[in-house]
């Protein structure tokens, strides 16, 4: 079991760009991936972007795809979102979770606090 702690939220006009960090403290496992998901005000939590921290593999999102890229520092156990064309429906409180193997948030075991997202003019 992990404790990641995610930073870089704020505000940001749209079209900008804002790049998210999460840093996690304690044992991860290499089989497992890393992920970011975003939960919108009244919303369920969605996912964005996965990586695995054996391969380095990705996948995201259509909503993001293109826009968003997923990178991390497994020496580090630091994962990080690049976050580029960004628009108003990518409003957000952004979540990193560590040691899961799916989309869905029900199988990631560490999650961090969240850090607000807010795209306006």
């Known amino acids: 079991q992990v404790q990641p702690v995610e930073s870089g939220g704020g505000l940001v006009q749209p079209g900008g760009s804002l790049r998210l960090s999460c840093v996690a403290s304690?044992?991860?496992?290499?089989?497992?991936?890393m992920a970011w998901f975003r939960q919108a005000p009244g919303k369920e939590r969605d996912f964005v972007a996965i990586i695995s921290w054996y391969s380095g593999s990705t996948d995201y999102a259509n909503s993001v795809k293109g826009r968003f890229t997923i990178s991390r520092d497994n020496a580090r156990n630091t994962v990080w979102l690049q976050m580029n064309s960004l628009k108003p429906e990518d409003t957000a409180v952004y979540y990193c979770?560590?040691?899961?193997?799916?989309?869905?948030?029900?199988?990631?075991?560490?999650w961090g606090p969240g850090t607000q997202v807010t795209v306006s003019s």
């Open positions: 979770a560590f040691d899961g193997w799916s989309r869905a948030t029900t199988d990631f075991d560490s």
């Open positions: 304690g044992r991860t496992f290499r089989n497992y991936h």
